[in-house]
């Protein structure tokens, strides 16, 4: 099966821009869709990507999701952020019956 | 909109077996996929495996050989048994409607393993 890799912790300034990445091991990231979470502590997950890079309904325009065929990445980019936005965020994929996380990336706003 | 909650003991002795159900309602589990996910004491999201009534369970490569998940559609109700536990074991523990990602999930159970 193939890993998504994520970094441990990304830091960034309120009203800035970032971006976070996940890297699929094997078999290409545009073999099965990416979707992103936020996890926030002592709360449930939400899902704030779907699809690569469809944002479901009540999820603000600055969160956007892509992929990148040739490093085999996706990306989750956070635009505009606030102290709000601090959280872990989670990529998810699958490969046929299997369902695959990142290891997750803490943001600090 | 469909709304899932997971309930079990939060307390379980190591090398006994742990057991979750997850009550679904809003819509009928003949209808989707249902995946149980964990997270571990201070660790990331972790698959464990999803079922549906009319196909057999998918399960977590890395658990399949203690873990055991099944359904009452006469109540809406999906259970998971995870037999052994240890430490390792011990972390939240959430219902997750699939629809390959995950777009509903539980409040998440908390289970402590100790003797």
């Known amino acids: 099966n193939f890993m998504l890799t994520q970094p441990q912790s990304v830091s960034e300034s309120p009203g800035k821009t970032v971006t976070i990445p996940c890297t699929r091991s094997?078999?290409?990231?545009?073999?099965?869709?990416v979707y992103w979470y936020q996890k926030r502590p002592d709360t449930s997950p939400t899902i704030v990507i779907d699809e690569n890079n469809q944002r479901p309904s009540g999820v603000p325009d600055r969160f956007s999701g892509s992929i990148d065929r040739s490093s085999n990445t996706a990306s989750l980019t956070i635009s505009g952020l606030t102290a709000d936005d601090e959280a872990e965020y989670y990529c998810q994929s699958f490969d046929n019956f299997d369902r695959v996380f990142g290891g997750g990336t803490k943001l600090t706003v | 909109q469909v709304k899932l909650q997971e309930s079990g003991p939060g307390l379980v002795k190591p090398s006994e077996t742990l057991s979750l159900s997850c009550s679904v309602s809003g819509g009928s589990i003949n209808n989707f996929y249902v995946s149980w996910i964990r997270q571990p004491v201070g660790k990331g999201l972790e698959w464990i495996g999803r079922?549906?009534?009319?196909?057999?369970?998918d399960y977590n490569p890395t658990l399949k050989n203690r873990v055991t998940l099944s359904l009452d559609t006469s109540k809406n109700q999906l259970f998971l048994e995870l037999t052994s536990v240890t430490a390792a074991d011990a972390g939240v523990y959430y219902c997750?409607?699939?629809?390959?990602?995950?777009?509903?999930w539980g409040q998440g159970s908390r289970v402590t393993v100790s003797s």
């Open positions: 997750a409607k699939d629809e390959w990602g995950f777009d509903a």
């Open positions: 079922l549906w009534p009319s196909a057999s369970p």
């Open positions: 094997s078999g290409s990231i545009a073999h099965s869709y």
